[in-house]
T-cell receptor, first 116, second 109 residues
Framework: GAVVSQHPSWVICKSGTSVKIECRSL??????MFWYRQFPKQSLMLMAT?????????EQGVEKDKFLINHASLTLSTLTVTSAHPEDSSFYIC????????????FGSGTQLSVL | RKEVEQDPGPFNVPEGATVAFNCTYSNSASQSFFWYRQDCRKEPKLLMS???SGNEDGRFTAQLNRASQYISLLIRDSKLSDSATYLCVVTASWGKLQFGAGTQVVVTP
């Protein structure tokens, strides 16, 4: 099946630093990738839709200047958490679909971010 | 009201028993339905799609009830390895996915 690679798996950083997370589709091209955040015992919350070659579409309440998304190629999207604070600590996960619609998503393995 | 709601559980199930749980959705325009499985701090993995006529995949059976706007998942002959959180995923007509918070299943020896 389709494979989506995400790294790093774990990040521990000091408050105020920026953290970059990469999401790669290894065996298919993805014009669209999705970034989610998941707090313990809660559902995945869509943060933004990453579009290759254009600006990302952010969900309501998600600060675009805080969470910078770059989708420079058909196989790579990056999420940068700028000036991270403890409240940004969460499980971040990306997904992509090889199909025309975003059904049957394949997920990256997720990144656990802990901001001290 | 949440767009996709699930009983968080946990459902404690003896090994070999059957467990079933539902997921309700609020958007009547939803087009596609899925069950994903998520292990602790891991990525969700597609378990099965849910078709209008209901479908079965081994020990797993999924049903869709459009009139009452819910889908269900039944697990027969539960295995210890079935312990996980099961996420209900619903797509709206515009393709946006909505995730439920998940139902935790714990299969005990």
């Amino acid at each position: 099946g389709a494979v989506v690679s995400q790294h790093p798996s774990w990040v521990i950083c000091k408050s105020g630093t920026s953290v970059k997370i990469e999401c790669r589709s290894l065996d298919f091209q993805a014009t669209t990738m999705f970034w989610y955040r998941q707090f313990p015992k809660q559902s995945l919350m869509l943060m933004a839709t990453s579009n290759e070659g254009s600006k990302a579409t952010y969900e309501q309440g998600v600060e675009k200047d805080k969470f910078l998304i770059n989708h420079a190629s058909l196989t790579l999207s990056t999420l940068t958490v700028t000036s991270a604070h403890p409240e940004d600590s969460s499980f971040y996960i990306c997904s992509a679909s090889p199909g025309q619609f975003n059904e049957k998503l394949f997920f990256g393995s997720g990144t656990q971010l802990s901001v001290l | 009201r949440k767009e996709v709601e699930q009983d968080p559980g946990p459902f404690n199930v003896p090994e070999g028993a059957t467990v079933a749980f539902n997921c309700t959705y609020s958007n009547s325009a939803s087009q596609s339905f899925f069950w994903y499985r998520q292990d602790c701090r891991k990525e969700p993995k597609l378990l099965m799609s849910v078709y209008s006529s209901g479908n079965e995949d081994g020990r797993f059976t999924a049903q869709l009830n459009r009139a009452s706007q819910y889908i269900s998942l039944l697990i027969r002959d539960s295995k210890l390895s079935d312990s996980a959180t099961y996420l209900c995923v619903v797509t709206a007509s515009w393709g946006k996915l909505q995730f439920g918070a998940g139902t935790q299943v714990v299969v005990t020896p």
